[in-house]
């Protein structure tokens, strides 16, 4: 099974800062996807195939990565993105990483 | 508009079984996988099963964890998916929610709540 490893698990960041999470799996895989959970809501597909946005997302989050190293980047952080983003890879099965929990600074 | 749609969660004895249902619509249900993916109170989310369309011959999937515990299933006529889980442990504990899958988790629904206690 291939294991996903969020960092940081929490952070904080203030308007406007340049924010980025990351990812690492224990073996190769060919694409990340991400998801967005706010408090008490289902998540929702933010990025897909490493760094196709969904629908919706703000061009100010990015994604970015290859083989076992994968980011998400918030170019300018805003109040709305407070919240916790998971990794998953679909490579082989469809192992979820533990989260990042985003908050405001 | 895509509309994904749990039901059959509750409170539910150890060592008992469970049938949780996922009723569709607004999309060609025949033209996607369906996955089953779960989050345990204050946790961070576990997939749970996949099954393919019929264009893959329904395949079959189970996080490694659950497999032999879970049965997942559609109807293609009704849109829907269900998820059969018996031996039921007190870390089934969980909101399972029913998501479309292509490319990624595409949609998901709001879950329903699974509470495994004597």
């Known amino acids: 099974e291939i294991v996903l490893t969020q960092s940081p698990t929490t952070m904080a960041a203030s308007p406007g800062e340049k924010v980025t999470l990351t990812c690492r799996a224990s073996s190769s895989v060919s694409y990340m996807h991400w998801y967005q959970q706010r408090s008490g809501a289902s998540p929702k597909l933010w990025i897909y195939e490493t760094s196709k946005l969904a629908s919706g997302v703000p061009n100010r989050f990015s994604g970015s990565g290859s083989g076992t190293s994968y980011s998400l980047t918030i170019n300018s952080m805003e109040t709305e993105d407070a919240a916790t983003y998971y990794c998953q890879q679909g490579s082989s099965y469809h192992t979820f990483g533990a989260g990042t929990k985003l908050e405001l600074k | 508009e895509v509309q994904i749609l749990e039901t059959g969660g509750g409170l539910v004895k150890p060592g008992g079984s469970l049938r949780l249902s996922c009723a569709t619509s607004?999309?060609?249900?025949?033209?996607?996988?369906m996955n089953w993916v779960r989050q345990a109170p204050g946790k961070g989310l576990e997939w749970v099963a996949q099954?393919?369309?019929?264009?893959?011959?329904?395949?079959?999937y189970y996080a490694e964890s659950l497999e032999g515990r879970v049965t997942i299933s559609r109807d293609d006529s009704k849109s829907s998916v269900y998820l059969q889980v018996s031996s039921l442990r007190a870390e089934d504990t969980a909101i399972y929610y029913c998501?479309?899958?292509?490319?990624?988790?595409?949609?998901w629904g709001q879950g329903v709540m699974v509470t495994v206690s004597s």
């Open positions: 607004g999309f060609n249900f025949n033209d996607y996988f």
């Open positions: 099954i393919r369309n019929k264009n893959y011959n329904y395949a079959t």
């Open positions: 998501t479309r899958w292509r490319r990624a988790n595409d949609y």
